[in-house]
T-cell receptor
Framework: GAVVSQHPSWVICKSGTSVKIECRSLDFQATTMFWYRQFPKQSLMLMAT?????????EQGVEKDKFLINHASLTLSTLTVTSAHPEDSSFYIC?????????FGQGTRLTVV | KQEVTQIPAALSVPEGENLVLNCSFT??????LQWFRQDPGKGLTSLLLIQSSQREQTSGRLNASLDKSSGRSTLYIAASQPGDSATYLCAALFSGGYNKLIFGAGTRLAVHP
């Protein structure tokens, strides 16, 4: 199957700082990538759809200015959590599809202290 | 509204048992349905993908079925092992609207020796 790589696996940051998470498709090109958030013992919630060369599409209730998404190339999408606060602590995971089959990165555990 | 439901939420079985995990979805207009495994703090591993035109898929001890008309899918695990302990998620890729992959809440499986 296709490989999606996410970095970092975990990060701890101070409240008020920004954190960037990278998502790469290693063996295929992805014009579209997806960012999800997962709270403990809950399922994945789609945050936004990242589109190469254009603006991301955000789900209802997701703050665009808080979660900045950039999809600068066919193999890389980034999610930047700006001015992070403890309530932003969560598990973030990205995904890309090949022939409508979804593949996921390893996820990033963000802890804001 | 497009929703995916999984039952049971948690399951604890002795090693060697055959078990069935259930997934239901509200809209039969789907491209496919995927079953994933998630270990604690990790990303998602794709187990099986069933296209909307298919009835079932098999991989090793795993068998997944799909009944679009009733909006149901089942994941059958034969001869369960302690290494099968994980959370199992099903997700439906709905074909209407924005082609979103919607997840169920998952079934937490514990297989004890």
């Amino acid at each position: 199957g296709a490989v999606v790589s996410q970095h970092p696996s975990w990060v701890i940051c101070k409240s008020g700082t920004s954190v960037k998470i990278e998502c790469r498709s290693l063996d295929f090109q992805a014009t579209t990538m997806f960012w999800y958030r997962q709270f403990p013992k809950q399922s994945l919630m789609l945050m936004a759809t990242s589109n190469e060369g254009s603006k991301a599409t955000y789900e209802q209730g997701v703050e665009k200015d808080k979660f900045l998404i950039n999809h600068a190339s066919l193999t890389l999408s980034t999610l930047t959590v700006t001015s992070a606060h403890p309530e932003d602590s969560s598990f973030y995971i990205c995904s890309a599809r090949v022939d409508l089959e979804a593949f996921f990165g390893q996820g990033t555990r963000l802890t804001v202290v | 509204k497009q929703e995916v439901t999984q039952i049971p939420a948690a399951l604890s079985v002795p090693e060697g048992e055959n078990l069935v995990l259930n997934c239901s979805f509200t809209d039969s207009a789907i491209y496919n349905l995927q079953w994933f495994r998630q270990d604690p703090g990790k990303g998602l591993t794709s187990l099986l993908l069933i296209q909307s035109s298919q009835r079932e898929q098999t991989s090793g001890r795993l068998n997944a079925s799909l009944d679009k008309s009733s909006g149901r899918s089942t994941l059958y695990i034969a001869a369960s092992q302690p290494g099968d302990s994980a959370t199992y998620l099903c997700a439906a890729l709905f074909s209407g609207g924005y082609n979103k992959l919607i997840f169920g809440a998952g079934t937490r499986l514990a297989v004890h020796p």
